[in-house]
């Protein structure tokens, strides 16, 4: 039965490493620091908003770009937060999870052998989405542990076929941080080649060391050929309620839309609208005290990495952190990853999730948006490596 067969863009396409060793946690009854889930609590007040939101109606099909409470709500966000001026009749679309968001910037405005260039270690689903619109990803790797690059790489990597280049700054799963100076060699690059940029901004109040984040969108020339992908899955602690979105100029973003549209129809209406309710009423101090928790929770983790003989990339930002793992038994990362858990009880992703070469292999990324109790028993866990 050749006819009935799965299609050719599958081939390339496997489940995600961060599930598989989700499932495997699961079954070793371990301590999940695989999947970035983002178990802390939720800000009550947008909890409550979903509830009233479900009980004043907001059940049915919203417009295909969100609801207009959602878009105002970040609109002025963006405005306030990135500098970022946006119509929100136009030029913001609501979107099932930031991920959703970047498949339908990649379907809108790319086509069939179109290369993007991106940084690596790179999120995995970042590929999978180019993968699954029959782009080109193109390498460019970056070095450890500040992960840095060069001009130069970006001039070696550039062919007649390439569209766009992505930016994913904080950084999963490295929690780079994108200096300005590095921001404004990218964007030059771009201008100079007339290429769109994806920025993935989701970890964007994730900052630690008194950094600031700057959104590409905001530098010279780059509005128009920018398309700002975020959310509140990470920031509200809601990473089940799939609100994300992107912001574009009108061309862009109506194409965007058009396929949020076909693909999703809508995120789930009464969470918009609680999402909306915490953007508008959630103060400042409510993100200065996000960061300053989450880099508690850093320093904490990586001493006890630090201490357990697996060196970590220090994170400028996000909440996931690289570790060597190189002297664990095992000749790839996804090997050590299981004896770590089988050891340990922790599960981390094995580096080959994060990079195309044999470099992943001395790497296991590892969550820690946790809560303080399961963090703690990550670091007591990870401490039987010295026994």
């Not at 994170?315 to 340990?344: C, E, H, I, M």
Request: proline fraction near 5%; charged fraction near 20%; aromatic fraction near 10%.
């Amino acid at each position: 039965m050749t006819a009935r067969t799965i299609s050719r863009r599958m081939v390339n396409l496997a489940q995600s490493e961060i599930r598989a060793m989700t499932q495997a946690c699961a079954s070793a009854k371990g301590l999940n620091m695989a999947q970035g889930v983002c178990d802390t609590p939720v800000p009550p007040i947008v909890l409550q908003a979903a509830e009233r939101a479900i009980k004043d109606g907001y059940n049915v099909y919203t417009r295909f770009d969100g609801l207009s409470e959602l878009r105002q709500a970040i609109a002025g966000k963006l405005a306030h937060y990135n500098g970022i001026k946006a119509d929100p009749e136009k030029e913001i679309i609501v979107s099932a999870g930031a991920t959703g968001a970047f498949h339908c910037a990649c379907e809108a405005v790319l086509n069939p052998g179109d290369e993007v260039m991106l940084f690596e270690p790179y999120y995995q689903y970042h590929i999978s989405a180019l993968l699954a619109v029959e782009a080109i990803p193109v390498i460019v790797e970056m070095n450890a542990p500040r992960w840095s690059f060069t001009l130069a790489q970006l001039e070696q990597a550039i062919t007649p076929k390439t569209k766009a280049i992505i930016v994913n700054s904080p950084g999963n799963p490295s929690g780079k941080v994108f200096a300005q100076a590095e921001l404004e060699a990218v964007a030059e690059f771009a201008c100079r080649h007339d290429l769109f940029v994806f920025t993935d901004e989701i970890y964007e109040y994730f900052l630690y060391d008194g950094r600031t984040h700057v959104s590409m969108a905001t530098l010279p020339d780059m509005a128009e050929r920018t398309i700002t992908i975020g959310g509140y899955s990470k920031t509200f602690s809601v990473t089940g309620w799939r609100i994300g979105y992107c912001v574009a100029a009108e061309p862009w973003a109506q194409a965007i839309g058009a396929m949020n549209d076909l693909l999703y129809v809508c995120a789930p209406a009464p969470l918009q609208l609680a999402v909306a309710v915490g953007i508008n009423e959630l103060s400042d101090d409510f993100y200065r005290d996000l960061a300053r928790s989450y880099q508690g929770k850093r320093d904490r983790f990586c001493a006890t990495l630090a201490d357990s003989g697996l060196t970590p990339s220090i994170p400028d930002g996000a909440y996931y952190v690289l570790a060597d793992v190189s002297r664990l038994p095992g000749s790839t990362g996804k090997a050590r990853a299981l004896y770590l858990l089988d050891k340990t009880g922790v599960a981390g992703v094995p580096g080959e999730a994060f990079f195309s070469g044999s470099t992943g292999a001395g790497f296991i990324r590892f969550s820690y948006a946790k809560t303080d109790e399961d963090l703690n028993c990550a670091c007591q866990r990870l401490q039987q490596l010295n026994r």
